[in-house]
């Protein structure tokens, strides 16, 4: 039988793996879901990711998420 202290230590330990459990209750996406947005940048912001794109050879929108997170 699981004692209360070992389910708190789980609870901690994989606090991240709850918190996205319940989100998926929420809303039935997971967190590693991908979803297609419309922004508006100006010229010269999409200019300098086109270049970033050309050297990194990654999508645009992998860049544009390694500097959000």
């Known amino acids: ?10 609870k901690r330990k994989y ?5 996205s459990l319940e989100k998926y209750d929420k809303t039935h996406k997971l967190p ?3 979803e297609r947005i419309d922004i508006t940048l ?3 912001t ?8 050309q050297k990194k050879s ?3 929108s992998r860049i544009i998420e390694e500097k959000v997170e």
């Open 58 to 60: 990654k999508p645009i």
């Open 46 to 53: 999409i200019n300098k990711l086109k270049k970033e794109k």
């Open 1 to 10: 039988m699981i004692t209360k202290k070992r389910i708190e230590e789980i």
């Open 42 to 44: 100006s010229v010269r």
């Open 15 to 19: 606090k991240d793996v709850f918190e």
């Open 32 to 34: 590693s879901d991908r």
